[in-house]
C-alpha cells in the first residue's frame, strides 16, 4: 500500500508540473511546495496588470526550485515529522540548570551538514508559501502587510552583499559565528547548526554586523521592514552608549529569543569559554553554562520569548530542521521550559482559560489483548445510544477512522476513554479485533463479539 500510494502521489504530482510548465509559456505562474494547484498568476502584481516577459535563465531557475520542491515534497511526506514518541522522556520535574543539562543531553550530536548544503535546507526550512519564496525575517511583514521585496530561494542567494537592501540573500548566523571563534571556524559543529541561521537580506545583515540583538529608542538606521539599529535602551544593559544593538520587528522577537535558548542549552558544555573572545559578545554572554547570558540578557530574551510565542512557522521550522540534522529545539516544543531554566522561582502568570469542555460523563473501557496464532494490529470501538443492534459491523478493506462513535486502539493498551458523552445515559459498545490496514484490513466480525453495556453518569 505504501509503495502503490508513492506511486500515485508521484503522477499527480509530475502532472501538476507538467500544468506548471505549460501555463510558464504564456504567463509566469508559481506553485507552493505541497503542489496544490496554481495559486499566484504573476502577470498581476499588487492588482496591477504587467505583462510577462520570460527570459531561457529564468525559466530554468524557476524549474529548479520547482523540481528541489517536488522531489523534498515527495520524501518528506512519508516522514513522521512531529516529536517522536519518548523523545523528551527524560525530562520529568527538572529546573534551572538540572533542566538545562538534560536537555542538553538530548538535543546534543546532531548531524552536521556542510556550508553549502544550508542553501538546500532553506528550501525546507525557510520558505514562505508559495515555496519557492524566502521567508525572511529582516525583510518580512506579516500580513496585512506587504513586505518591502521578496527573495526567490536559489535565484536570489549571494555570498556577498550588494551593499543595498533588496539585492539578495545571505546566511544569517543569528547568534554571530565571531562570538566562539575570531575565525569563524568553519568545522565547528554551530558554524551549520540551522537553529540559528537563517536566510536573510544580506545588506541588513552585513548592518546589524556581530552586534547583540536589543532594544532601541533612537535608531541610526532603520531596515525597510522596520528592525532598527541603535544604541540600547535595555533596562540593565551593561554596555556603554556607543555599543550598537540590533532590535528585529515584534513579530520575530520570540524566534530570536529560542534561538538563543537554543544555543546556550545545545552547547551547554562549551558556551562558558566563548565569553571575552568579542567585545559584542561579551556584552551578553557571562562566561558561565548557565545561565549562560548576562542578567541583562535573560531578562530581555524572556520578555520576548513570552509577547511573540511559539508561531506555526516555528513550529514548521523546527520539524524541518529535525528531518535535516536530526534534534530539535526544545524551547519550541515547550515553551514553557524556558521559564523553568531561566526563571524558575517565578510566578507564571494566570492561566488564559479554564479547561472546555469539562464533564465527568466519561466512561473508562478496559480489556485483556487478544491472543492466538493470530496477534490483532489493533480493535475498533464502536458505540450507541440506542442498542447493540444499532451498532454498524466494519467491512473489510474499509479502514473506519476515529471520530462519530468509533476508535481504534492499537493492541497492547488494552484501554480506552470516551468522553463528553450525555449524561445519565446508557451506552452500548462492541469491540472488533483487526489486522492490517487501510484497504488491507481485515476485521474479525464472525462468532461472538464482545458487548457491554455502561451508564455515562452525572
Not at 110 to 128: E, Q
Not at 138 to 152: E, Q
Not at 416 to 423: D, V
Request: proline share 6%; glycine share 8%; aromatic share 14%.
Amino acid at each position: 500500500m505504501w509503495v502503490r500510494s508513492i506511486r500515485v502521489e508521484i503522477v499527480l504530482r509530475l502532472l501538476t508540473l507538467i500544468i506548471f510548465l505549460f501555463n510558464s509559456i504564456y504567463c509566469d505562474w508559481y506553485i507552493y511546495s505541497n503542489f496544490a494547484f496554481v495559486l499566484w498568476n504573476h502577470c498581476l502584481y499588487k492588482g496591477i496588470l504587467v505583462e510577462s516577459t520570460f527570459t531561457i535563465s529564468d525559466y530554468m531557475s524557476r524549474v529548479t526550485v520547482i523540481l528541489i520542491g517536488l522531489i523534498w515534497s515527495i520524501l518528506s511526506s512519508n516522514l513522521d515529522a512531529q516529536i517522536p514518541v519518548g523523545y523528551y522522556n527524560s525530562i520529568i520535574t527538572q529546573t534551572g540548570e538540572e533542566l538545562q543539562s538534560s536537555l542538553f543531553k538530548v538535543i546534543k550530536g546532531h548531524t552536521k551538514k556542510s556550508y553549502d548544503y544550508l542553501w538546500t535546507a532553506f528550501y525546507t526550512s525557510d520558505s514562505l508559501q508559495p515555496g519557492d519564496r524566502v521567508w525572511d525575517i529582516y525583510s518580512h511583514i506579516p500580513a496585512p502587510g506587504v513586505s518591502p521585496y521578496i527573495f526567490l530561494l536559489g535565484t536570489n542567494q549571494c555570498s556577498t552583499t550588494p551593499g543595498y537592501e533588496g539585492g539578495c540573500y545571505n546566511r544569517e548566523h543569528t547568534f554571530p559565528k565571531s562570538w566562539w571563534n575570531s575565525t569563524g571556524n568553519s568545522t565547528d559543529t554551530m558554524y551549520t547548526d540551522l537553529f540559528h541561521i537563517m536566510p536573510t537580506d544580506s545588506y541588513v545583515n552585513s548592518r546589524r554586523n556581530n552586534n547583540p540583538y536589543g532594544e532601541v529608542i533612537s535608531p541610526t538606521w532603520t531596515s525597510q521592514n522596520g528592525g532598527k539599529l541603535g544604541p540600547c535602551s535595555t533596562v540593565g544593559f551593561i554596555g556603554s552608549t556607543s555599543d550598537v544593538v540590533f532590535e528585529p520587528i515584534d513579530e520575530f522577537k520570540g524566534d530570536v529569543a529560542r534561538n538563543y535558548f537554543y544555543m546556550a542549552t545545545r552547547y551547554y558544555n562549551r558556551i562558558a569559554s566563548w565569553a571575552n573572545l568579542t567585545t559584542e559578545g561579551d556584552l551578553i554572554l557571562n562566561g558561565t553554562s548557565y545561565p549562560a547570558y548576562e542578567a541583562w540578557y535573560v531578562d530581555l530574551m524572556l520578555k520576548w520569548h513570552h509577547m511573540d510565542p511559539v508561531s506555526q512557522k516555528e513550529i514548521d521550522r523546527n520539524n524541518a530542521v529535525f528531518q535535516i540534522q536530526g534534534n530539535r529545539n526544545p524551547y519550541i516544543d515547550h515553551p514553557e521550559w524556558a521559564d523553568r531554566v531561566w526563571d524558575p522561582e517565578a510566578i507564571l502568570p494566570e492561566p488564559s482559560n479554564y479547561p472546555n469542555p469539562f464533564s465527568a460523563t466519561t466512561i473508562h473501557l478496559m480489556w485483556k489483548d487478544a491472543v492466538g496464532d493470530v496477534i490483532p494490529t489493533g480493535y475498533l470501538i464502536r458505540w450507541s445510544a440506542v442498542g447493540y443492534d444499532a451498532i454498524e459491523t466494519p467491512v473489510d478493506g474499509v479502514q473506519v477512522t476515529d471520530g462519530g462513535n468509533s476508535l481504534n486502539v492499537a493492541w497492547g493498551i488494552q484501554q480506552a476513554m470516551i468522553p463528553f458523552l450525555t449524561p445519565q445515559t446508557n451506552y452500548y459498545f462492541k469491540i472488533f479485533s483487526y489486522t492490517g490496514t487501510g484497504n488491507q484490513i481485515d476485521y474479525k466480525t464472525d462468532g461472538i463479539v464482545p458487548m457491554v453495556m455502561m451508564n455515562s453518569g452525572n
